[in-house]
């Protein structure tokens, strides 16, 4: 296969889940009008560009299926087959509380698991490597990235995620500090583990929050993986790109990127912006949505506070691509007043 | 290698006989009630004398659902309701500022959440009381100790609270167990902290906030404290758990009212 074919696969938990993705992957002949020509990825600041508006859905697991794919992260996590007897204990704790769980594996419990229903995501952490403070090799970030890379294979050949939907080259890097002191003033840090993330993408675009995280403790084990998942309904067009298809379309970027880098800029005059790039955005609370990408950044307004100045808690900022005149979405959404407790 | 939390049966036999030597208490379950305190600000703007700030979106609405149907109890105050006296030191008004109430409320739970804008060090009320809109750490705020002294962990839903350059001179004022935060700015969608304490239970505090709470560019971290050694830090940094209720007894033994900062231990993780 491909792998420009490749990348019209969604990511998939389980055989069941690919199942289930599967006939929004089969929606027959490409919808392309012969004039429109998607590109991957789209050059920064052009203006007259094709994208992709996907239909991308959340699934919604039930605690058995949630469980049995956690459980088989932690299968690649562990490098063996976890019994599906192991995850009944993320099962029961999810049967209680859906949104979201954790628990150990009953036949290995340094391993935890676990699942959040918002985001669709699922995760294993091994207790013996991460909570390692004490072993004093470290091999680096480049050895890291290849234990990274090994997970990246060993989710793939569980099945759990196709590599060719996610940014490996582009895999966000950053590292987990431990530090000690006391109170007479010694402190001390160093370098615990190497986290990597792979963002899920659609045609060079990644998907908000969904991707696969790995933690390479600095012995060069792997102390976690996480995998946030979204289901998108496309198919490959002409030339191997992921083409919409349910109720996607095509649309003609006509904002070009400067525009927008200005208008938010003027929308947030005193705030520190970080430019995310284009992104597929669900917004909150909606599990399945027709999604255009959007140019998003991250905004942080300046507050004060006992006269001193710093940026405040952020929201992202996306700004539709072809409506100048949009209103952006933004997320989280302020929500001054809310009820609490009566005072006594 | 020392795995601090390696299996079950390795933890007991190594960590439980260092932390009962060390005078802690593993588990509190029924000897009180698992309860909470939260004082969550959204409203900034015009609510002279406090500075108008940008407002923002609610975090702690499904927390206290979460924490109340697991069996905790405690109070959710907001805005108009939300004061800084409730986390201001009540043993002494000359030492800490007038008016504090932390032993009635903040210090008085085992965990107490704030959530608003912060800096380090420093956190803000949305609305005046009695003319006082912000608290600063050492000055103001003295959790698990002193007045109240039921405080064993506390929740910083702000920006750049814990960072660990502040710590020293801020954070470390705390005679907490744990402390949870973040090193930079950052945003919290609204259900992140309610899937946090869902996660401790089957899990350890310190792997749920930073498996949970990374993210976007995000810097979470966990500060952990122990009275008597690194090693004990680093235990209780590997066992605490709200869900679980492990570690969630006060650290005991702080400063009196007046005193300064007495002999401690901190250890801490955070993403960078």
Same mark, same amino acid.
């Given at each position: ?56 859905? *959340? ?6 299926? #949630? ?84 997970? *990246?294979?060993? *989710? ?115 705030? #520190? ?22 140019? #998003? ?48 | ?72 109890? +405690? ?126 239970? +089957? ?13 976007? +560019? ?55």
């Amino acid at each position: 296969m491909s792998p420009h074919l490749r990348r019209s696969l969604a990511i998939v938990g389980t055989l069941a889940a690919l199942a289930a993705v599967a006939p929004g992957c089969e929606s027959g002949p490409s919808e392309l009008a012969p004039s429109r020509t998607l590109v991957s990825p789209p050059p920064p600041g052009t203006a007259a560009t094709t994208l992709g508006a996907f239909e991308i859905t *959340l699934p919604e697991r039930s605690a058995a299926e #949630a469980a049995a794919l956690a459980g088989s992260v932690a299968g690649v996590l562990t490098h063996s087959v976890i019994a599906p007897s192991s995850v009944v204990g993320l099962e029961r704790a999810l049967t209680r509380s859906p949104h979201a769980a954790s628990a150990r594996l009953v036949d290995l419990s340094r391993i935890t698991i676990g699942h959040h229903q918002r985001v669709d995501s699922v995760w294993a952490i091994d207790e013996e490597v991460a909570h390692d403070v004490a072993t004093e090799t470290d091999v680096g970030v480049d050895a890291a990235a290849t234990e990274f890379n090994r997970a *990246l294979a060993g *989710l793939e050949s569980a099945r759990i995620v196709d590599s060719a939907t996610l940014d490996v080259a582009g895999a966000h890097r950053s590292r987990v500090m431990q530090g000690q002191g006391n109170s007479q003033g010694m402190q001390t840090e160093r370098v615990k583990e190497y986290v990597f993330f792979a963002p899920r993408t659609i045609n060079g675009v990644p998907i908000g929050e969904a991707g696969v995280r790995v933690s390479v403790h600095r012995s060069g084990k792997i102390a976690s993986i996480r995998v946030a998942g979204a289901v998108v309904a496309a198919s490959p067009d002409s030339s191997g790109l992921a083409a919409p298809t349910g109720q996607g379309h095509l649309l003609d970027r006509t904002v070009p990127e400067s525009e927008l880098d200005a208008r938010v800029r003027a929308d947030n005059p005193d705030a #520190a912006v970080t430019p995310l790039g284009l992104l597929y955005w669900l917004p909150g609370n909606v599990r399945s949505a027709v999604v255009a990408p959007r140019q #998003a950044y991250m905004v942080f307004p300046r507050v004060v506070i006992d006269g001193q100045t710093g940026p405040g808690r952020g929201h992202r900022a996306l700004y539709a691509v072809d409506d100048a005149t949009a209103s952006p979405l933004l997320a989280p959404v302020p929500t001054p007043g809310g009820a609490g407790d009566p005072r006594p | 290698m020392r795995n601090l939390r390696s299996t079950g049966s390795s933890f007991a036999t190594w960590a439980v006989p260092a932390a009962l030597a060390a005078g802690c208490a593993l588990w509190s379950g029924s000897a009180h009630a698992q309860s909470f305190y939260i004082d969550e600000n959204t409203s900034y703007t015009n609510h002279p004398p406090c500075v108008n700030n940008p407002d923002l979106n609610t975090v702690t609405a499904s927390l206290q659902t979460t924490m109340v149907n697991s069996g905790w109890v +405690g109070s959710r105050f907001t805005d108009q309701n939300s004061w800084p006296q409730d986390f201001t030191e009540a043993c002494s008004s000359t030492s800490y500022g007038p008016f504090g109430d932390d032993g009635a409320f903040a210090d008085e739970h085992v965990l107490a959440v704030f959530a608003g804008h912060a800096l380090p060090g420093l956190v803000a009320w949305g609305y005046p009381h009695d003319n006082v809109c912000t608290r600063d750490f050492k000055a103001n705020i003295r959790l698990g100790q002193m007045s109240g002294a039921q405080a064993a962990a506390a929740m910083w839903l702000g920006c750049e609270v814990l960072s660990p350059t502040s710590l020293p001179t801020e954070g470390n004022y705390e005679w907490l167990r744990q402390q949870f935060g973040w090193v930079n700015s950052i945003g919290i969608d609204d259900d992140e902290p309610s899937e946090f304490f869902n996660d401790t239970a +089957g899990s350890t505090n310190r792997d749920a906030w930073l498996n949970d709470m990374s993210g976007s +560019g995000r810097e979470p971290i966990v500060v952990t404290y122990d009275n008597y050694s690194e090693n004990n830090c680093w235990i209780i940094h590997y066992a605490a758990s709200l869900g679980d209720q492990q570690y969630t007894n006060p650290r005991g033994a702080g400063p009196s009212c007046g005193e300064g900062l007495i002999s401690y231990w901190y250890c801490y993780e955070y993403e960078t």
